[in-house]
């Protein structure tokens, strides 16, 4: 009989709660093990992840990958890193880039699937909707103040991080303290909570 997490992961993956909203169609993209270590909270997969079902398989996940200081097959090693969309479906593009993730998925999702990842040591909220969702910060919250805040959150083994889109190349070079003191800080917990390669 399959583990509690496994039957989860299968159920999300069959998921059809969202089917008539989501104009390129169903395709939940996720990664998770009961050993993960790290989690990473996003947003939602765009377009290219929407065609290949791999999380961050895109020039956001070079930079969160460069970011994090850990190579392609660590990032994609479910025993080490679980990767869990606040929407996990491909929601769409809209005039400005793609649509925020869509409203139903994480409260029917996270609430079964976050307390079975029983070993995580650090989550990533990667984006505004991830740290809104997870932190419950007030709506209109800045990001600049919630990254501002980073080390309160690092103390709760949380830590918010800009989403690694090119699109965030302004605020990343108004910014330069995210690079200069965030970043070494972030790839030294993640070499402390990731296991070896096994």
Known sequence: MPAPLDRLLAEIRACQLCAAHLPHGVRPVLQASATSRLLIVSQAPGR????????????????LRDWLGIDRDTFYDPAR???????????????????????????????????LLTEVRLTLLVGQYAQAGLLGLPRGTRLTDTMLAWREHLAHARLPLPHPSPRNRLWLARNPWFAGELLPVLRERVVEVLPAAG
Do not use: N, Q, T, Y
Not at 48 to 63: L, M
Not at 82 to 101: K, N, Y
């Open 48 to 63: 290219k992840v929407h065609a290949s079902g791999v999380p961050f398989d895109d020039v956001s996940g070079d930079r």
């Open 81 to 115: 890193i679980a990767i869990v969309p606040m929407g996990f479906c491909f929601p769409g593009s809209g005039r400005a880039g793609d649509l925020p993730p869509r409203a139903e998925c994480a409260p029917a999702w996270h609430r079964r699937l976050l307390p």
